[in-house]
Structure formats: C-alpha cells, structure tokens
C-alpha cells in the first residue's frame, strides 16, 4: 500500500504508516471522550513496526487505566496539543492512532469484519450504533483475559 502520513494541528509532529490497520476500535470510553474532548475515540490499531515517527517529539502523559490497573501512554504535540496516538502497556506490541490527526482520515475502511465498538454502557446519550457489528459493554475481554457477552444489532442503536 501507498504510506500514509498524519500530524498534529501545528506540523510539528508527523508520522507515516507502512500498513493498513490490525483493527479499528471505536471506544466509548471516558478516558476515550477526555482525550478526544469529542463523543468518543476512533482507533485504528497499527503494530509499532508500521508507523513511524518522522518529524518533531510528541510529549507523553501517562494514564493508569482504573479498569485494567495498566498504563496509558497519550502522545501529543509539545506546541499545538494535537493528539498523535496511544500507547497502552496491556497491548505492548500495537498503538492506537487518533483517526483525525491522518492527512486522508477516509484512508482505510471501517467494516464489521475489521471493527468493534466497545463501552457502550459509558456511550453518550444520543450516540448512534451503526448495525451488524460487534459490541461489548466495556472491553472485549475483562481483566483476566476472559472473553465478554458481545451484541450485534440487527439495526442502527440509539444510545
Ligand atoms: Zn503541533
Ligand atoms: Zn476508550
């Protein structure tokens, strides 16, 4: 695939990617709706050998997740605050790209065969759930690695 680039707000900070996404998640989360300061988080997950960083040094803020007891890592721009991209410490090999910082966000598709929308039970009100698709109350699996109840509905879902 042609590499595709994003950045922050300023352009001090660039990035490409090599690869198309592991997955898309989209995330309900609070933590999700705080670093977007938006409804909820787009994710497009990328193993750390396909993206990388060509301009500037994003600074890191450093989360600890109250559901998984794991750290959050929140990279965005010293200068703008642009957010980059996530790096999580209970998902070691991947890191999860903010859709709106890439140049072309349209660039990879969101199906249900490559996407899941996960904690629903924290969705804002009025939030639309697109149908045929996976989704989990909060994560995919719980914090012993044990797979959660997953509902698919059959039409849009007003939250
Ligand atoms: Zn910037
Ligand atoms: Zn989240």
Redesign the pocket.
Known sequence: MKHQEGG??????RYLVTAPPLRVTTCHCRFCQRSTGSAYMVEPIFTHNSFNLTAGQPKIWEHLSAGSGKHVWLHF?P??G?RLYLGFERFDQVIGVFTGSFDDPDWFEIAPENSKQIFLSTARHGTIIPPHIETYAEHVTDRAGNPQPVTVFDAARRI
């Open positions: 922050c707000l300023c352009g001090e900070c721009c200068d703008c642009g």
